[in-house]
């Protein structure tokens, strides 16, 4: 069964500290994988991507992930943490055939402190 | 490029009311997807649609939500009768083929 784990509800991090989100999944077939950003009172955008190839792939905002196929993981990091970076954070796992439905985990909730 | 326009933003129903509510994808998108996001969670498939046919409809309570897509473009998802647990934020999402989904800002929904 498709499932995306977010083991962490809630981070905290001060300002240009470093940050690592994770995330694994659970897909029977070859993931399309995804983040998303969520900002108070708006919809989801979307911050990277990993369909095929290099599993080390560059979003928006400064913002990277890694597939690692072996851990089932594609954790997303930053170098260096703006206070505009708080947010929700979701993983999605998706197919690349058929409906490719999105499967979301639960989140992970960012502040940033001064 | 315009983006998924959804509307109305915010509803505030009391149980046992309908309500409705409108998604306008991008221009050319043949797939449109409507998620319920409960608080705390992460959205939740409930219905999609390739061009105005349905494509997968499980996940929806079809004893009282449903959705159509007119023409293939704009959709309408309908909550009739409301209960409190379909408080949540409805995301409308389109999708080019092979490629990612874009997410409208979603309504925001209450029921009293």
């Known amino acids: 069964a498709q499932s995306v784990t977010q083991p962490d509800i809630h981070i905290t991090v001060s300002e240009g500290a470093s940050l690592e989100l994770r995330c694994n999944y659970s897909y029977g077939a070859t993931p399309y994988l995804f983040w998303y950003v969520q900002s108070p009172g708006q919809g989801l955008q979307l911050l990277l991507k990993?369909?095929?190839?290099?599993?080390l792939v560059q979003g928006i905002k400064g913002f990277e992930a890694e597939f690692k196929r072996s851990q089932s993981s594609f954790n997303l990091r930053k170098p260096s943490v703006h206070w505009s970076d708080a947010a929700e954070y979701f993983c999605a796992v998706g197919g690349q055939t058929g409906a490719n439905n999105l499967f979301f985990g639960t989140g992970t909730r960012l502040t940033v402190i001064p | 490029e315009a983006g998924v326009a959804q509307s109305p933003r915010y509803k505030i129903i009391e149980k046992r009311q309908s309500v409705a509510f409108w998604c306008n994808p991008i221009s050319g998108h043949a797939t449109l997807y409507w998620y319920q996001q409960i608080l705390g969670q992460g959205p939740k498939l409930l219905i999609q649609f390739q061009n105005n046919g349905v494509v997968d409809d499980s996940q929806l309570p079809k004893d009282r939500f449903s959705a159509e897509r007119l023409k293939g473009v704009d959709s309408t998802l309908k909550i009739q009768p409301a209960k409190l647990e379909d408080s949540a934020v409805y995301l409308c999402a389109s999708r080019p083929d092979f490629n990612e989904q874009f997410f409208g800002p979603g309504t925001r929904l209450t029921v009293l």
């Open positions: 990993y369909f095929s190839g290099d599993t």
